[in-house]
Structure formats: structure tokens, C-alpha cells
């Protein structure tokens, strides 16, 4: 069993920075592939970034690369998503989420967290 919490979301202007951490528990956690999900109002929720494992590999959205960066410190077991110019569409709720499989797709992800609320407006 993992069990996860997201935090450091909030509003912010566009151009603007945010980093969302996520902290997990639970034996398995240390192995597990970590994704970054968010789902804006009325639209499915979509993949944002992924890490594996150890944090060797990571995988991003066409629409966020060069502009966030996930990374994770094993000691404090945690996962974060750094967040540079920030535009309104980035504006979703977002979800961390542990599962076995290094991968974009939702369904191979087991543990979600309950979301963290990113708006970024003017």
C-alpha cells in the first residue's frame, strides 16, 4: 500500500513559478514509478511528467517540456514537480500517482493522491 499527499498548489500569474511536492508512505513507495496528472475543469485528466524508479529517466507532456521538471528525493520520500512560466492553461488540479510501470498512462498507476489546485491567472 502507498499512500501520497500533494502540496504547493495555489494561484500564481502567469510567467509565474510553483513547486508541487508530493509525499509518500508505505513499503513500496521507494520502488515505485511516479506520474504527475492534472485535470482542468471539464476535460479528462491528461499526463504531465513522470520519474522512474531511481530517478534516472523521466518522461514529460509535449505541452509542459522544457518548462517543468520532476525529480525525487528518495530520503524524504517525495516527489516533486518544478513548475517555470506558468501559463492559464496549465490552470488544473493535479494528482500524483505511484505504480510499477515507468509510463504515461493512467491505468498502469495504482496509488493516486487527492490533488493539489494550481490556478494561474492575472
Known amino acids: 500500500q502507498v499512500h501520497l499527499v500533494e502540496s504547493g498548489g495555489g494561484l500564481v500569474q502567469p510567467g509565474g513559478s510553483l513547486r508541487l511536492s508530493c509525499a509518500g508512505s508505505?513499503?513500496?513507495?521507494?520502488?515505485?514509478?511516479m506520474g504527475w496528472f492534472r485535470q482542468a475543469p471539464g476535460q479528462e485528466r491528461e499526463f504531465v511528467a513522470a520519474?522512474?524508479?531511481?530517478?534516472?529517466?523521466?518522461l514529460y507532456a509535449d505541452s509542459v517540456k522544457g518548462r517543468f521538471t520532476i525529480s525525487r528525493d528518495k530520503a524524504k520520500n517525495t516527489v516533486y514537480v518544478q513548475m517555470n512560466s506558468l501559463k492559464p492553461e496549465d490552470t488544473a488540479i493535479y494528482y500524483c500517482?505511484?505504480?510499477?510501470?515507468?509510463?504515461?498512462?493512467?491505468?498502469?498507476?495504482?496509488?493516486w493522491g487527492q490533488g493539489t489546485q494550481v490556478t494561474v491567472s492575472s
Open positions: 500517482a505511484a505504480g510499477a510501470v515507468f509510463t504515461t498512462r493512467q491505468v498502469s498507476y495504482n496509488y
Open positions: 508505505g513499503r513500496t513507495f521507494s520502488n515505485s514509478a
Open positions: 520519474i522512474n524508479w531511481n530517478g534516472a529517466n523521466t
